[in-house]
């Protein structure tokens, strides 16, 4: 990291430590990290000449060298239940998609973390929109920073975010680096202050990534498993045939190892005829019998040019029926923002796609 004049440096791209390297860098105390954060996250304040308590050379120097940007939001649209999503315009015709969803007890903003996706899941539309590049960190924090600003959130008085899911468009896991450092954020008492139970991601098995998260990180974890075994889950979720499930559910135990209270939450999205058989959901019990588990049942949401169909609501009501038989806590996520397009795997956005980049787990989370 340089700050020479000549680059502008998006501060929205550095964590705490970052920051503190920056001023020190620039012969400033750390503590000037301290300051600048509240400004940017606590009060919602991009422009160097408003931060009164640093010094007017302080400002001048740091307008020079700094800029402090988020993505631009072109659209908002608003769900008659609530739910808003938003289009946020990145380079080169890129969109990407973030969605915040009121529920009585909490809000939830669900965001990106890579511009289309790699992965290539048959059920998903982000898939169908191929792959262009990883978000920044600036990219990703500034999702929330925007969402943030436009609820009207206050730091100090009624916030409508109370929890981030890392399950928009692309996959957390293969943009490890920006995606540690932008959670990082949105826990810092300094940055969104979320504690680190509400802040989750979600992957579909990118296993190394796994034990590296462990040891860097406290997020929570949502698995998108969507089959009970691997013939099928080759068919819905392609990353399984690097990863397949018995080494998945190793590193979801690894995960939460000697962590009490934590579990891990798996995603089982419901498709007719595919997945949703009282047998499915059998094998799917005994799979995560021993591990500390949450099923989150996603009814399947078409989209444009899909061959799947979502299963018949007494089919969802059998399957989850059968998994709370046997002791799991089961959730039937509810569809929001029909009217919108902002469910689950309906998340488009407008990728300039570079084509289905054949997945490297290892080589792009580095
Ligand atoms: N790549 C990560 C993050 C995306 S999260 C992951 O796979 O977990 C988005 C969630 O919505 C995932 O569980 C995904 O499998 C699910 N999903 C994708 N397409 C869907 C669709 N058409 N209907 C319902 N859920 C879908």
Avoid at 3 to 14: E, G, K, S, V, Y
Avoid at 208 to 235: C, F, G, K, Q, T
Avoid at 288 to 298: C, E, H, Q, T
């Amino acid at each position: 990291m340089t700050a020479t004049p000549a680059a502008r440096i998006n501060l929205f791209d550095l964590d705490r430590r970052d920051l503190e390297g920056f001023f020190t860098s620039l012969g400033e105390k750390p503590f000037r990290a301290v300051q600048l954060m509240k400004w940017i996250y606590h009060e919602g304040i991009t422009d160097f000449a408003a931060m009164s308590n640093l010094s007017k050379v302080l400002r001048e120097r740091l307008a020079a060298i700094a800029e402090i940007r988020p993505p631009e939001v072109v659209l908002d649209q608003a769900s008659q239940d609530g739910s808003h999503k938003w289009l946020i315009r990145l380079d080169s015709g890129n969109c990407i998609e973030t969605v915040f969803i009121p529920e009585t007890d909490r809000g939830t903003l669900c965001v990106s973390s890579q511009i289309g996706c790699p992965l290539d899941c048959s059920f998903c539309a982000t898939a169908q929109q191929g792959f262009n590049r990883n978000l920044s960190v600036a990219e990703i924090i500034g999702q929330v920073w925007q969402a943030s600003r436009l609820l009207g959130d206050r730091r100090n008085g009624d916030r409508r975010i109370t929890n981030i899911v890392l399950m928009g468009m692309g996959e957390p896991l293969l943009n490890f680096a920006n995606v540690v450092k932008a959670t990082d954020l949105m826990q810092d008492d300094l940055g969104f202050g979320i504690s680190k139970r509400r802040v989750t991601l979600s992957t579909a098995g990118v296993v190394p990534a796994l034990y590296r998260l462990r040891e860097v990180s406290e997020i929570s974890l949502a698995v998108s498993l969507h089959a009970p075994n691997d013939e099928l889950r080759n068919e819905l979720v392609p990353i399984n045939r690097k990863y397949p499930i018995a080494e998945l559910l190793a590193a979801c135990r690894h995960y939460i190892a000697d962590k009490p209270h934590r579990r891990i939450t798996w995603e089982y999205v419901l498709i007719d005829g595919v997945n949703d058989s009282e047998q499915h959901a059998r094998a799917l019990a005994a799979l995560i019998r021993d591990i500390p588990s949450k099923v989150n049942l996603i009814p399947f949401n078409p989209f444009p040019g899909t061959r799947y169909r979502r299963s018949p609501t007494e089919a969802i009501a059998r399957f989850q029926a059968v998994l709370m038989a046997h002791d799991l806590t089961t959730v039937t996520r509810k569809t929001r923002g029909d009217d919108i397009a902002a469910a689950c795997g309906q998340l488009a956005g407008q990728v300039q796609a570079r084509g289905h980049r054949p997945v490297h787990p290892l080589r792009s989370t580095s």
